[in-house]
């Protein structure tokens, strides 16, 4: 059993940056595809990006290409997005989840808030 907690939300003007933190333990995540995703007030949770602890590799969807970065720490279990340039509409609550290639996410953090004023 995976258990994933979120921190780093918060307040941000539009152009600033914030950094979210994926804290996973109670399991191996070697094998494991690690998501961020979130979820705009009165709107459908939405992917933004993912990275396969493996090897690295990374998905992005477009509306965070070339703004936010995700990464990994592995020896610390680790998982990070960087978000740049940030705008009004990545206001939303963000979800840190964690699943087996081909598998779906099974295990899903509490979320944090993201707030970004105009």
């Known amino acids: 059993q995976v258990q994933l907690v979120e921190s780093g939300g918060g307040l941000a003007q539009a152009g600033g940056s914030l950094r979210l933190s994926c804290a996973a333990s109670?399991?191996?995540?070697?094998?494991?595809?690690m998501g961020w995703f979130r979820q705009a007030p009165g709107k459908e949770r939405e992917f933004v990006v993912r990275i396969r602890i493996n090897d690295g590799s990374t998905l992005y969807s477009d509306s965070v290409k070339g703004r936010f970065t995700v990464s990994r720490d592995n020896a610390k279990n680790m998982v990070y997005l960087q978000m740049n340039s940030l705008k009004p509409e990545d206001t939303a609550v963000y979800y840190c989840a964690a699943g087996l290639p081909g598998l779906g996410y099974k295990y899903w953090g509490q979320g944090t808030q993201v707030t970004v004023s105009s």
């Open positions: 109670g399991g191996t995540t070697w094998s494991y595809v």
